[in-house]
């Protein structure tokens, strides 16, 4: 280790010549459209007083660090080669995330730095590195970028102007498809009619289905005014609750557990008739920005891999909160000539937000054709999008087949309904080739934007 001199006992000069130099090495500017810095971030911590009363006094850490694009923000707190990371830090660390509801922490010294996850009531370390020299910034760099990507969270919107393209289809089978292969999935289901819900057996659907009379009907729709759901989740923020309350387990997850070696999942943010652009607009200012605000805010990157949208098909108010919280947007279109005009919408819609968040978000993966068939009436419309939108890409298309209706009929994904019915494998595979394809697009992109 190399012998330190003593501008090294200075807190100032450590943050100056290590941590801050660090964050903007990791990709986290001072300031920018995507991620900020707080220095001095105030966080009240209870102190016992006189007959063991308990107050409040506000202590400051030296940074909270937000970062939009990984859906996470993290405390930063520092120490000098004379004070050094000890028991006392660690606990101060573990006080300081508690009480500011932050996940995760960074304590560093010029000898090394630690990275806490706050989690069940205290503060675990999650991984170390050793600075073998301060001055040398990189490699420190490299280590808190690389754990900060191993919480990045995606989020993908399904999107279309248009109804009855296989929009929720997309998403139920993506969803699926993505766990199968080991990933933590969080459907948002933004669609009052709440289908995606249905498909993923969080609202009732049995129950619905059972249902013998319209009172009985009334009644399990009444059994949802109680529950926490899409509409409470967005409220996040200035709400009192957890954002687990809000979440549902999808019942596919028995089926994806059987997998031997697979640890995906779905879990469910239902969406139901309370899901309206009345209810959303009532939740008052910057009301547009709710849904991301929530996911960004109530630290549950750590918890999925990815979060797929399922949209309202019209330009709401619901929908807008989608496309704003979407860092990539999938836009479903039958190869039929009313189709492929709702193309236009989406494409501006998402390219708006693009523009207006510096890229991190609205990025558009494709066009995916659904319901194709080997008729030239299908060929000449592909063609014809291909020419019109060149610049974004026609996706993995799904031949339309009675399969497809009858798996949705079940509630079933394609995969597992062709288990069954092996007339559904030749469409199943189309869409787990349709998700490998967006996962390589997804790990393309970012690979190129970090260079």
Not at 23 to 43: N, Q, T
Not at 253 to 258: E, H
Request: proline residues 3%; neutral net charge.
């Amino acid at each position: 280790m190399v012998q330190l001199s003593s501008d090294w006992n200075n807190e100032a000069y450590v943050s100056l010549h290590l941590v801050q130099t660090m964050l903007e090495m990791a990709g986290l500017p001072r300031k920018s459209s995507y991620s900020h810095w707080i220095p001095e971030f105030k966080v009240k911590v209870p102190r016992l007083i006189a007959n063991h009363q308990m107050d409040w006094t506000q202590k400051e850490v030296d940074f909270l660090v937000e970062d939009v694009s990984r859906y996470i923000n993290f405390l930063v707190e520092i120490k000098t080669a004379k004070t050094r990371l000890d028991e006392a830090a660690r606990t101060q660390l573990g006080t300081y995330l508690k009480y500011s509801h932050t996940k995760f922490g960074i304590l560093i010294d010029p000898f090394s730095v630690e990275i806490y996850e706050y989690t069940q009531g205290s503060a675990t370390l999650k991984c170390k590195h050793n600075i073998e020299n301060p001055e040398q910034v990189q490699p420190v760099a490299n280590f808190v970028r690389n754990f900060l990507d191993t919480v990045k969270m995606r989020t993908i919107a399904i999107y279309t102007a248009k109804g009855g393209v296989g929009k929720t289809t997309l998403v139920v089978n993506i969803a699926y498809e993505l766990a199968k292969i080991g990933n933590r999935v969080l459907v948002v289901d933004l669609d009052d009619q709440a289908n995606a819900s249905l498909s993923l057996g969080v609202n009732k659907a049995d129950e619905l289905d059972n249902a013998t009379n319209l009172k009985e009907f009334v009644t399990i729709l009444e059994s949802f005014k109680e529950r926490k759901e899409l509409i409470e989740f967005l409220e996040y923020s200035s709400a009192n609750l957890s954002y687990k309350e809000c979440i549902q387990p999808s019942s596919l997850n028995k089926v994806i557990s059987l997998a031997k070696g697979i640890k995906g999942r779905i879990d469910v943010i239902p969406g139901s008739y309370k899901t309206t652009d009345s209810n959303i607009l009532k939740l008052g200012a910057f009301w547009n920005k709710k849904l991301d605000n929530a996911l960004w805010k109530s630290g549950l990157s750590h918890d999925y891999d990815y979060v797929v949208i399922d949209t309202p098909p019209s330009f709401t108010a619901v929908t807008q909160n989608g496309l704003i919280a979407a860092q990539y947007v999938i836009i479903p279109s039958q190869m039929e000539y009313l189709s492929v005009y709702a193309i236009r919408k989406p494409i501006k819609e998402a390219k708006e937000i693009q523009d207006n968040t510096n890229g991190t978000r609205g990025n558009i993966l494709g066009i995916v054709p659904m319901m194709v068939e080997n008729v030239k009436l299908h060929t000449t419309i592909k063609a014809l999008v291909s020419k019109i939108f060149r610049d974004i890409p026609l996706l993995t298309e799904i031949k339309r087949a009675t399969a497809v209706g009858q798996a949705s009929h079940a509630r079933q994904p394609l995969s597992l309904f062709a288990e069954q019915n092996k007339a559904a494998s030749s469409v199943a595979t189309q869409f787990s080739t349709l998700t490998e394809q967006i996962v390589k697009q997804i790990d393309n992109l970012e690979r190129n934007s970090s260079k």
